[in-house]
Structure formats: C-alpha cells, structure tokens
C-alpha cells in the first residue's frame, strides 16, 4: 500500500534455511510494526519500533525471530533456521504518530518446504 | 482471550443485501480500524475512528466508546466487496487485530 513496500513478495525456503524480510517506508512514518498471518486467521502482532528502538517484541514466537531497524527507516525481519510452522504472509504497518492513517506494505509470503 | 472479537467469521449474502460485521474489543483504544483484505493483496484501511460514525461510499462504520464495540455496515452488497475484513484497535501506538470477517456477496 501506499507508504510502505515490501519485499520479497514470495519467498520458498527449504527448511533450516535463514531468510531475510525486508520492510521500507516512506519517510516520516515513526512507528512500525510487524505482523505474521497464517491462512485464515488476522494478523498476529510479533514486534513493534519507534524510530530505531525496538519498544516491545513480545510477539515474536521464538529466539529464531529477530528485527531490526538500525536507522529508524528500513526494518529487517530475520527468521534463522525456518521450520514449517514459519510457513506465513508478513506484513508490515507503519504510522506517523498518534491517532494517524496506519498504512500496511503488500507483505511478503513465506513458504518453507 | 483475544483483545480483539469479530463476528460473524465467515459471511455470505446475495448481492444488494445490507451487511453488519462487529466488532468488539477489551481494552481502552484510542482509535479503530476498520480494513479490507483481499485475496492476494495487501490490506488496505478502510476507517479509522474514535468516536461516532463515518461513512463513505455504501460504507459506514460506527463506534460506541462506552460499550466497546464497533459495526461496519455495507449497504446495497456487490460482489466486489468480497474480501476479509478486520478490525483493529489503537493502543496509543500499539495496535492490535481481529481474526477478520470472510466475506462473499453471490451474484
């Protein structure tokens, strides 16, 4: 959506494999958010940033899960040693403060096989 | 308990029906969501409210602060608005989703 990008669209990964989501805002967007949705259900908050700091990764399911946002813009979702339970769409939303329009990237499907 | 309840989870109606898809929360927000996903694609904010009743297009939203709940109303239903739709909840910055509301307007 308009805002935010994505990216991969797709990813096929063989089980064990590392892979690497990529989410990049427009300008100005404060506050980021990562989501996993499996098939059928909402989305599943995993980790939250305000600028560069990570304020709550509650969410993330596992030690496997880590992200970054290092200069407050672009965010990395890394996922090491994917297993099958990994198997989700990943989506990204970003705000610009308080009581604003959320805008959320197309996310990114990741298939491990 | 999920912060977020949605109902019905699945939907069907014959075209030109009127549709009411609610959603209740737990927790105090300061703004609701109402948002469209469809197959495929990205997901799209269809509202955001705080107070009150928005409309646009064969759309409206409303929402009672005190009773937690919120409704999305389609009017005159096309089969172009199949799609799951989801509410989410404004927690200051956090927000949180509904499991979404499946639906399929028939021709």
């Known amino acids: 959506g308009a805002g935010v990008s994505q990216s991969p669209r797709y990813k096929v990964a063989k089980r064990g494999q590392d892979v690497a989501l990529r989410c990049d805002p427009i300008?100005?967007?404060?506050?980021l958010f990562w989501y996993q949705q499996a098939l059928g259900q909402g989305p599943e908050f995993l980790t939250y940033?305000?600028?560069?700091?990570?304020?709550?990764k509650s969410g993330l399911p596992s030690d496997r899960f880590f992200a970054e946002r290092p200069e407050g813009s672009v965010s990395t979702l890394k996922i090491q040693r994917t297993q099958q339970e990994d198997s989700a769409v990943y989506l990204c939303?970003?705000?610009?403060?308080?009581?604003?329009?959320?805008?959320f990237g197309q996310g990114t499907r990741l298939t491990v096989v | 308990k999920n912060e977020v309840e949605q109902s019905p989870q699945n939907l069907t109606a014959q075209e030109g029906e009127f549709i009411t898809i609610n959603c209740s929360y737990s927790?105090?927000?300061?703004?609701l969501h109402w948002l469209q996903q469809h197959p495929g694609g990205g997901i799209v904010s269809l509202f955001m409210?705080?107070?009150g009743k928005k409309k646009h297009g064969r759309l409206i939203a409303t929402i009672n602060i005190q009773e937690k709940h919120s409704s999305l109303h389609i009017t005159a239903s096309h089969p172009r608005d199949s799609a799951v739709y989801i509410c989410?909840?404004?927690?200051?910055?956090?927000?949180?989703f509904g499991a979404g509301t499946r639906l399929t307007v028939k021709p």
């Open positions: 939303a970003v705000l610009r403060g308080l009581n604003t329009e959320a805008f």
């Open positions: 300008s100005g967007h404060v506050s």
């Open positions: 940033f305000q600028n560069e700091a990570q304020l709550d």
């Open positions: 927790v105090g927000i300061s703004a």
């Open positions: 409210l705080s107070s």
């Open positions: 989410a909840v404004r927690l200051s910055e956090d927000m949180r």
